[in-house]
């Protein structure tokens, strides 16, 4: 019974991995800096969160071109699997 219970922990553990998280971060900076960097979205704030290659967009832009260009940008960054564009529209 008590090496069942320390498997489960080590799972549970496995799934904090530091490295990755570090590499989440990087992943939401760079695709922030690659926002913030292009000359349609600049001054917009957009969220950025990033996790196992998978970001999500959140935040407000002013037409549907930003919306879609957000999306775009980034998609272009290295590293990028999937984005969640959950910017809304004023």
Known sequence: MAV???VALL???GNINP????????????????LRSDPALAGLKIDVS??????TLTGVVRSASQRDRASAVARSVVNVRTVNNLLAVE
Not at 19 to 34: C, E, G, P, W, Y
Not at 50 to 55: F, I, P, S, T
């Open 4 to 6: 069942i219970a320390v």
């Open 11 to 13: 799972g549970c553990a």
């Open 19 to 34: 490295s990755r998280q570090i590499d989440d971060a990087a992943l939401a900076t760079s695709v922030r800096d690659a």
């Open 50 to 55: 990033a996790r196992q290659g998978n970001v």
